[in-house]
């Protein structure tokens, strides 16, 4: 079972820039997708980003250009670089993972590890 903190959410000005970390608690295995998904009030979650065991990413249209996702495979970790931030973003943000590749990387059914969620509000 594989447990999932995030953190680097928070409060910014339009324009600046933030970076969401997500911690597994266990070893990943040899094959997985990471991903991250966004969450507004009274929207339906979507996907933003997701990286595969080989390191091929997909990225999100809306975001595209501005986000980069990333991970550190020694530490477990799965990173969201945010730059240059719309208030549109401002959403709750998940890190999920699951054995496999990306097929469906925006697909949320296709993960089944999620982490709690970290808020970014963007003003």
């Known amino acids: 079972h594989v447990q999932l903190v995030e953190s680097g959410g928070g409060s910014v000005q339009a324009g600046g820039s933030l970076r969401l970390s997500c911690l597994a608690s266990n070893s990943l295995p040899n094959n997985y997708c990471m991903g991250w998904f966004r969450q507004a009030p009274g929207k339906e979650r979507e996907g933003v980003a997701a990286i595969d065991s080989s390191g091929k990413t997909a990225v999100a249209d809306s975001v595209k250009g501005r986000f980069a996702i990333s991970r550190d495979a020694a530490e477990n970790t799965l990173y969201l670089q945010m730059d240059g931030l719309k208030p549109e973003d401002t959403a709750m943000y998940y890190c999920?993972?699951?054995?496999?590749?990306?097929?469906?990387?925006?697909?949320?059914?296709?993960?089944?590890?999620w982490g709690q969620g970290t808020q970014v509000t963007v003003s």
């Open positions: 999920a993972a699951s054995p496999g590749y990306c097929y469906r990387p925006f697909l949320e059914y296709d993960y089944n590890y």
